[in-house]
């Protein structure tokens, strides 16, 4: 077991997006936390407590533990999370506007949908990454990918969370594309992918409703496009160099979920086009440094995981920026690192910690 120095450059973007997004989360949530709670730093402490102190646990174990043990209990791990994803439909669950996401043990609540984002690409690189080149068989490969990978986005839209499915599922079939997949197969599992989302979309009222609004924001500017409306407004007034850190006005009663989807319209105001891109700036270096290191990992299970990791970490952080710059449908998706959410937090940082993991072993 070969092991030198982590990869600097993955760590410097993450130690940055961590302090940037608590920074950021500070600043968007002091009106609404002091409006809620009478504290204007609740929301911050919660991220510190909740996300960050776990995520920290979370990163040193995966960045301690070799990564190839992972691969003897990823079947393990995942069904223990597909175990915590059912937990929302038991008296444990919580419901919040409509939706089944959260469980709440004892004093302790997460969201299993974000822990599945970790544990499936785990399984999947271990699955992939097995003896023999599993990806060219139908029987040993295309069906049972197809039946996890089904069954899970069955059970994340019935919760509901449909970008989460999208998430998991396109970095999904990247990681099974590069397997060395037939494209018959991977245009097929895509194929039937897309038509069950967009059956969900079109006999579901409230995801059909979001994606007329993308369509026509200015149909309903006060209603279905108040929230894209505002987000623009947001970003176009930061211009180049913003209004300065804390001084945005549309998070104070303008601005739907300021600290969670909507948090880089808040950015792009205070920090302005130059803030912007600086943060984007670093989401791509953490993203391209994975996937370029992935090509000289000789080890399947690590390529896998790099790969897996990167693609979904750059998938959410386009839907979420191009979801809020009017490019895509509002989805709800938080902003990796940055908006509130401790899961979300903790487990992007085990995430980075399995990276550093194997860039360490490379």
Same mark, same amino acid.
């Given at each position: ?42 929301y911050l402490k919660h991220q510190i407590i909740n996300g ?7 990163? !040193? $174990? *995966?960045?301690? /533990?070799?990564?190839?043990? =992972? ?6 791990? %995942? +069904?223990?999370?597909? &175990? ?35 544990t499936v690409i785990l399984y999947f690189a271990a699955l ?67 038509? !069950? $989302? *967009?059956?969900? /979309?079109?006999?579901?009222? =409230? ?6 609004? %993308? +369509?026509?924001?200015? &149909? ?143």
């Amino acid at each position: 077991m070969r092991s030198h120095k982590p990869d600097y450059l993955i760590l410097f973007c993450l130690i940055f997006l961590v302090i940037f997004g608590l920074l950021a989360l500070a600043s968007a949530s002091t009106n609404l936390g002091q409006e809620k709670f009478g504290d204007g730093l609740y929301y911050l402490k919660h991220q510190i407590i909740n996300g960050l102190l776990v995520g920290l646990v979370g990163f !040193a $174990l *995966a960045y301690k /533990v070799y990564y190839r043990r =992972y691969q003897k209990f990823a079947l393990i791990i %995942f +069904l223990v999370s597909i &175990a915590a994803a059912f937990l929302v439909f038991t008296p444990l669950g919580i419901n919040a506007g409509g939706a089944d996401r959260w469980v709440k043990i004892g004093p302790v609540t997460f969201q299993p949908s974000e822990i599945l984002k970790l544990t499936v690409i785990l399984y999947f690189a271990a699955l992939l990454a097995g003896e023999g080149n599993r990806s060219e068989s139908f029987w040993r490969g295309l069906l049972p990918f197809g039946i996890v990978l089904g069954s899970v986005a069955a059970l994340l839209l019935k919760q509901p969370t449909t970008t989460t499915v999208v998430i998991i599922g396109a970095s999904a079939m990247v990681l099974y594309f590069v397997s060395g997949a037939k494209l018959s197969y991977v245009s097929g599992i895509s194929a039937v992918g897309v038509l !069950a $989302l *967009a059956v969900a /979309v079109a006999v579901t009222p =409230y995801r059909f409703q979001r994606v007329l609004n %993308f +369509l026509n924001p200015g &149909a309903n500017p006060l209603t279905g496009g108040y929230h894209l409306n505002q987000a623009q407004i947001a970003i176009g007034a930061g211009q180049l160099f913003g209004v300065g850190y804390g001084k945005s006005t549309t998070k104070i009663n303008f601005l739907p979920e300021p600290i969670g989807d909507s948090i880089f319209a808040v950015i792009a105001e205070e920090f302005g086009f130059v803030g912007s891109v600086i943060l984007i700036s670093a989401f791509l270096i953490f993203i391209l440094r994975s996937l370029l290191l992935a090509r000289r990992v000789k080890d399947r299970f690590g390529k896998f995981l790099l790969i897996g990791f990167g693609v979904l970490i750059s998938f959410q952080v386009f839907i979420n920026i191009g979801a809020i710059s009017g490019l895509l449908p509002l989805t709800g998706v938080p902003l990796p690192f940055i908006s509130y959410g401790g899961t979300s937090l903790a487990v992007f940082m085990t995430m980075s910690g399995i990276i550093l993991n194997v860039s360490k072993h490379s």
